[in-house]
């Protein structure tokens, strides 16, 4: 099981940016596919991002392709997502994920807390 720790949310006007990052500690980071969900009040969890372990592949939701970037540093055990033109429609509890696979990370992967994006029109 790994455990993951988010941080970098906050309080940006619209077109702003803000970097996320997730923390992982345990000793098999690197086997796992990493990625961010965010959840709006009164919405279900939705996809946003995904990396495999490598970093060869990336995977956006269209709501926020060329818009954000995940990254990853399998050394510090690190996950980032770069956020760019921020809109309203972002503002969101984002999670940090890891799992065996994209397909089912969100059904069985591991969860981080969850850190608050809030996008000021």
């Known amino acids: 099981q790994v455990q993951l720790v988010e941080s970098g949310g906050g309080l940006v006007q619209a077109g702003g940016s803000l970097r996320l990052s997730c923390a992982a500690s345990g000793r098999t980071f690197s086997s796992y596919v990493m990625g961010w969900f965010r959840q709006a009040p009164g919405k279900e969890r939705e996809f946003v991002a995904a990396i495999t372990w490598t970093g060869g592949s990336t995977f956006y939701a269209d709501s926020v392709k060329g818009r954000f970037t995940i990254s990853r540093d399998n050394a510090k055990k690190t996950m980032y997502l770069q956020m760019d033109s921020l809109k309203p429609e972002d503002t969101a509890v984002y999670y940090c994920?890891?799992?065996?696979?994209?397909?089912?990370?969100?059904?069985?992967?591991?969860w981080g807390q969850g850190t608050q994006v809030s996008v000021s029109s």
């Open positions: 994920n890891a799992g065996p696979s994209v397909l089912t990370m969100k059904s069985s992967g591991s």
